[in-house]
């Protein structure tokens, strides 16, 4: 049994240490916005904040979570309010299939935490998700407006 820190809510999971920290988000509490996509910690699709840094839930065993802080798409808004990569999402019109995004969206979270004005060069080396539909210049385009936000 671990207690995992999910979102600003302390949760139990009853799961074995070497667990996939995507597997307890998603099977054990039940938000489903994280999403698996290749298992090996390469395409992004299961980013989420630890301790505010962009991780690769796939990669990341529950002991390796456990008394740390996680956030997942389902927490990024505030109080109702999306945020500014969320609206700068929806504003330049991003998501084609959509299933890379929740991932995307919280590595581009992270590095605006890091870097409030990214450069092209910036975007390139940290943003390092897949999106299968090839939506990179939105994404780039989504980062500079919510850079600027």
Known sequence: MANLTI???TIP???EDDTPL???IRENVGLTGTKYGCGIAQCGACTVHIDWVAMRSCGVSISEAAG???TTIEGLAV?????KVQQAWVANDVPQCGYCQSGMIMAVAAL???KPKPTNQDIDEAITNICRCGTFQQVREAIHAAANA
């Open 22 to 24: 995507l597997w307890a």
């Open 112 to 114: 605006l935490k890091e």
């Open 13 to 15: 999971v009853d799961v």
């Open 68 to 70: 740390k802080q996680i």
């Open 7 to 9: 979102n600003g809510k």
């Open 79 to 83: 109080n109702g309010a999306l945020h």
